[in-house]
C-alpha cells in the first residue's frame, strides 16, 4: 500500500529555535512542471523555474509559520493548510502599496527560519492574503505598521528548498534575482 511507512524517529537534539528570519515572495506563476524534486526525496526540491525576481522582507519579533493537517476519514481527504503570520514595523507609501497587491494576488512565499531552512509556502495554488491590519498605535511607544496572515491550502506541506542561503536559494529558482528594497 502506497501510505505505507517505512521507518520510525528516535528523540533528536534540543538543538532548535523558533522563528522566522525573512520571507522572498514570487509573484503567482509556479506550475508542477517547474519543480524538479531530488531523486531519491520528493520531499526536497531541488529547482524551480519560470521566477525571476523574488522580493526578500526580513522579519523580527512575532512572526510564525504553521501547517495543519486536514483530514477526512469519510471524504478520503487529506490536505495542509499553511499559514503565514507576520508582522513588518514603520509605515511607508511604498510598504502599503506593495500590500494591497498582495491582497490583490495570490503570490508564492519561501520561508526562512532561524534554523536557516527554506520552506515553500502555496507552491502550485498561491497563498492568499485572508487577514491582516494597519494600525499606528495609541501611545508613543505602541507599534506603526502592519500585521499580515497568509493562507495556503496545499496537497502536501510546504516543501523543503534544498539551499541554505540567499544565493543558493537565488541558484535554486535559476538564478533569480533577490530584491531588497
Avoid: W
Wanted: proline share 1%; glycine share 8%.
Amino acid at each position: 500500500m502506497s501510505c505505507d511507512i517505512t521507518h520510525g524517529r528516535a528523540e533528536v537534539c534540543k538543538d532548535v529555535v523558533g522563528g522566522l528570519q525573512a520571507i522572498y515572495i514570487a509573484n503567482f506563476g509556479i506550475t508542477s512542471a517547474d519543480v524538479t524534486y531530488d531523486v531519491t526525496n520528493t520531499d526536497l526540491i531541488t529547482s524551480i523555474h519560470n521566477i525571476t525576481n523574488l522580493y526578500k522582507f526580513e522579519l523580527k519579533g512575532a512572526n510564525s509559520f504553521e501547517q495543519t493537517i486536514q483530514s477526512s476519514r469519510e471524504n478520503g481527504t487529506t490536505f495542509f493548510e499553511q499559514v503565514l503570520t507576520i508582522s513588518l514595523k514603520k509605515q511607508d507609501i511604498s510598504t502599503s502599496k506593495t500590500l494591497k497587491l498582495l491582497a490583490y494576488g495570490r503570490p508564492h512565499i519561501v520561508v526562512k527560519d532561524n534554523n536557516n531552512n527554506y520552506f515553500i509556502m502555496g507552491l502550485l495554488r498561491g497563498a492568499d492574503v485572508t487577514g491582516g491590519k494597519i494600525s499606528s498605535g495609541t501611545n508613543l511607544g505602541d507599534k506603526s505598521g502592519y500585521e499580515l496572515t497568509f493562507t495556503a491550502q496545499e496537497a502536501t506541506y510546504a516543501n523543503f528548498l534544498n539551499c541554505s542561503s540567499d544565493t543558493a536559494l537565488a541558484t535554486l529558482f535559476n538564478s533569480a534575482t533577490i530584491v531588497t528594497s
